[in-house]
Nanobody
Framework: QFQLMESGGGTVQAGGSLILSCTTS??????????LGWFRQPPGKEREEVAI???????HYADSVKGRFTITGDRDTNTVHIQMDNLLPADTAMYYC???????????????????????WGQGTQVTVSA
């Protein structure tokens, strides 16, 4: 069973930083999954892509977080991280990690694919940024 679990959420002041982590369960090398990403859902809004990590084809960031957030993966611990710097109140949301199916790249057919294209999801971790 392939599972994802987020951690690291909390409350932070505007301008501060947080690191979120997403750990896979019971697998090595991310269970053969090639695409992992972070999404977020602000209150009353639809879920949106934050950043994606393709093990062979690089990264992609939403315009709203580009230059502030960095996604990385660690194969040794089966964990994907997102470093979030210079946080804004608008970053307040439930944050989810997600993965596409085995052997599927993030950019197939293009970057910025909707949440419906992702097969696996964690339960979410809340990030609240105070002014």
């Amino acid at each position: 069973q392939f599972q994802l679990m987020e951690s690291g959420g909390g409350t932070v002041q505007a301008g501060g930083s947080l690191i979120l982590s997403c750990t896979t369960s019971g697998v090595s090398d991310f269970g053969g999954v090639m695409c992992l990403g972070w999404f977020r859902q602000p209150p009353g809004k639809e879920r949106e892509e934050v950043a994606i990590l393709d093990s062979t084809r690089g990264t992609h960031y939403a315009d709203s977080v580009k230059g502030r957030f960095t996604i990385t993966g660690d194969r040794d611990t089966n964990t994907v991280h997102i470093q979030m710097d210079n946080l804004l109140p608008a970053d307040t949301a439930m944050y989810y990690c997600a993965a596409r199916g085995l052997g599927t790249y993030c950019t197939t057919p293009a970057p910025g694919l909707p949440p419906s294209e992702y097969n696996y999801w964690g339960q979410g971790t809340q990030v609240t940024v105070s002014a």
